[in-house]
């Protein structure tokens, strides 16, 4: 994932590199014809100041003549002939690149020429004076490298604010990210956003602030609801089941009324089941259960297992189970003996005829698993009222009540089928 | 026997006492808890089902209002609350059984038929019905004289017969009272089948009177 602030500065830094990148022919043109310009002035300078100190000193021809041949002999970059040009001829600048052959390396050089045709005893002479001018190339690099520099100390400069703006600038965010985090439904702990002076954050907080305020009461509206539903059944199923068992008193029933009466006490004991189950639910959700008592498993598990022991030999179950002694949890006591009850009865109820249950208690976690044929889907699997085997009998509330306990007690369920065999490991 | 039955809810009050009455008991009816507290004051009952969630006012009251007048009636909460809290404060405050909305009514009866054992039998609380004889405090049974063995769970059976003499009984309801909670969880009723075969056949080797009668294929009858 990457995080907001990089983005921006992948454009930015992206931004500098063009423009900087761009800047580089810009400055060499202007340095070259800076340079160009003063050069050109400089050779003028040269060739004013030779054609006037030559005339001034008013020399003989033989004199002139050794003057000028010791001249162009010794004065660098300058030189006299004579030439027919006229006088007026207007002065030429020109460029050149040719070897320096006082120097040993062999780069090449280049100059910057001026030619000027000057009239000393009446003769015409064509005077060339020529500069050494740095190389376009040499400037190339030099500009390139010195924007480059630039360029890195942008990049470090903006990776430095990067940093601070992420800390100072997204504090806020942080801030609200980090109540979001602690924030949970089920414990409903109120939610306090620390105050922003940035406009966006604070509107960020009074909305988040909204929907937890909507979210909690819908939440709570929807718990209450299930405890009163569930609570306000008890009574009418109670007259219901009642009322049955008063039927089944009168005499001259046919034995296919009494099939009957059989059948709605088995569906209203499901029904009974199911509003319990959810009471139970909304219970354990409204942490109505006090989990500080020690309970210990290594007692407790076989004592599950026996109460159920005749239904285990009803289908023949094979039961291994290898339980280590002293494994104690925190929690409570009720919900842990449901919880049990739930995955012991759930490894027979979903068991072949003749299969296997393997019980597992250590200090670290209890695992359960029963033969099967098909493996569970997980994500169906702990959720209310998905069924996920065609058997019809029970709540769908079973493994709902064994996550939230699981979920209560802060320890980890998973469910895996493997070799035909369904297991459910709790992790303390 | 009296029983006084605390319960607003008068479909329930009804149906209760439609099926105590014809176990000889003597219900009343008190449908609020004002009508509770005039009733125990001035009455004695052998036992008392005490709803706890009354429209004015709380049943625990009552129950704290017997004890400081010290009476002896046996109470049975019935809630419609399945909370380990009030089950606990009830039986400490003094009540003998608590129960659970919804309830056979077969089951309320084998309650309160335990419940008055109890309070008026003490120390030799036997049942006898001809050659057999239940103690309900060593929770044996002796026919002729001879000490039958029953597993926990017979014996646990054949008393909520007696609890229930010449009711009909469904294999459904004996399933929830052997099972608990998890009767709907299981495929099949069959254990009970099981338990009643081998009770049947103990008392029948004891030379035990025929009195459970089978009734509609998968009913029960205990007949005295």
Redesign the interface.
């Given at each position: 994932m990457n995080k907001l602030l990089n983005k921006s500065l992948k454009s930015f830094t992206i931004y500098a590199l063009i423009v900087l990148a761009a800047s580089v022919p810009a400055y060499l043109y202007l340095v070259d014809s800076i340079w160009l310009r003063e050069l050109d002035e400089h050779n003028e300078i040269v060739a004013d100041r030779t054609d006037n100190e030559l005339n001034k000193l008013e020399l003989s021809e033989t004199e002139l003549n050794q003057s000028i041949v010791l001249w162009n002999k010794i004065q660098p970059g300058t030189n006299l002939q004579k030439t027919t040009l006229e006088k007026n001829r207007k002065d030429s600048t020109y460029t050149v690149s040719r070897k320096n052959p006082y120097v040993t390396h062999e780069d090449v050089d280049r100059f910057r020429g001026l030619s000027r045709v000057i009239e000393i005893n009446g003769q015409n002479y064509l005077l060339t004076v020529e500069t050494n001018v740095e190389e376009t190339e040499e400037t190339v690099v030099a500009i390139a490298i010195l924007t480059f520099l630039f360029f890195l100390i942008l990049v470090v400069g903006f990776l430095i604010l990067n940093r601070r703006l992420s800390v100072k600038l997204w504090q806020p965010f942080r801030n609200t990210l980090a109540s979001l985090k602690t924030f949970n439904l089920n414990t409903q702990s109120n939610i306090l956003f620390k105050k922003s002076n940035i406009l966006e954050f604070e509107e960020l907080n009074v909305a988040l602030n909204k929907l937890i305020e909507h979210t909690v009461s819908v939440y709570n509206s929807q718990k209450e609801f299930t405890e009163n539903a569930s609570?306000e059944l008890?009574?009418p199923?109670?007259?219901?089941?009642?009322?049955l068992?008063?039927l089944?008193?009168k005499e001259a029933?046919t034995?296919r009324q009494?099939?009957l009466?059989?059948d709605i006490?088995?569906a209203?004991?499901?029904v009974?089941?199911i509003n319990?189950n959810l009471?139970?639910l909304a219970k354990i959700e409204n942490h109505?259960f006090d989990d500080s008592e020690t309970i210990n498993l290594s007692e407790l598990t076989p004592e599950c297992i026996e109460q159920?022991q005749?239904?285990f030999a009803?289908k023949d179950l094979n039961l291994k189970s290898s339980i280590d002694e002293d494994c104690v949890v925190t929690g409570n006591r009720?919900l842990i003996e449901i919880l049990i009850?739930n995955l012991l009865?759930n490894s027979?109820?979903h068991n072949l005829l003749k299969g296997t249950v393997e019980v597992k208690l250590s200090k670290s976690g209890f695992i359960i698993s029963n033969s099967g044929r098909t493996a569970l889907e997980q994500e169906q699997l702990f959720k209310r009222f998905k069924k996920t085997s065609d058997?019809s009998?029970?709540?769908g509330l079973?493994l709902a009540i064994v996550e939230q306990i699981c979920k209560r007690h802060q320890w980890e369920i998973v469910y895996e089928f493997q070799q035909e065999t369904h297991i459910f490991k709790i992790s303390f | 026997m009296k029983i006084l039955i605390i319960e607003d809810?008068n479909?329930?009050a009804d149906?209760?006492s439609?099926?105590l009455s014809?176990e000889n008991y003597l219900c009343e009816f008190a449908r609020t808890y004002n009508q509770a507290l005039e009733k125990i004051e001035s009455f004695h009952y052998d036992c008392i089902l005490l709803d706890i969630m009354l429209p004015d006012g709380n049943g625990m009251n009552i129950l704290e209002e017997l004890k400081r007048q010290d009476k002896q009636d046996g109470v049975i909460i019935v809630s419609?609350?399945?909370?380990?809290d009030d089950k606990i404060k009830g039986l400490k405050i003094g009540a003998d059984d608590y129960l659970t909305?919804?309830?056979?009514?077969?089951e309320l009866a084998a309650r309160i038929y335990s419940v008055i054992r109890r309070k008026q039998f003490g120390n030799s609380n036997t049942v006898r019905q001809n050659e057999l004889e239940i103690d309900l405090l060593a929770k044996t049974i002796s026919v002729h004289n001879h000490l039958v063995s029953l597993t926990k769970k017979e014996f646990d059976l054949l008393l909520y017969f007696v609890g229930n003499k010449n009711?009909?009984?469904?294999?459904?309801?004996l399933a929830?009272h052997l099972?608990g909670?998890?009767?709907?969880?299981?495929?099949?009723h069959?254990?009970v089948y099981?338990h009643i075969k081998n009770l049947k056949k103990k008392l029948n080797e004891a030379d035990c009177g025929n009195y459970l009668k089978t009734?509609?294929?998968?009913?029960y009858k205990w007949e005295g």
């Open positions: 609570h008890q009574t199923l109670a007259i219901i089941k009642n009322k068992d008063i089944l008193q029933l034995d009494y099939q009466i059989e006490n088995k209203l004991t499901r009974s089941r319990k009471l139970l109505q159920l005749e239904h009803n009720i009850n009865l027979i109820r058997e009998s029970g709540s079973g | 809810e479909e329930l149906s209760i439609e099926y014809e419609a609350k399945n909370a380990l909305k919804p309830f056979h009514l077969s009711r009909v009984i469904s294999k459904s309801t929830e099972s909670d998890f009767a709907d969880m299981l495929d099949n069959d254990f099981a009734v509609y294929g998968t009913g």
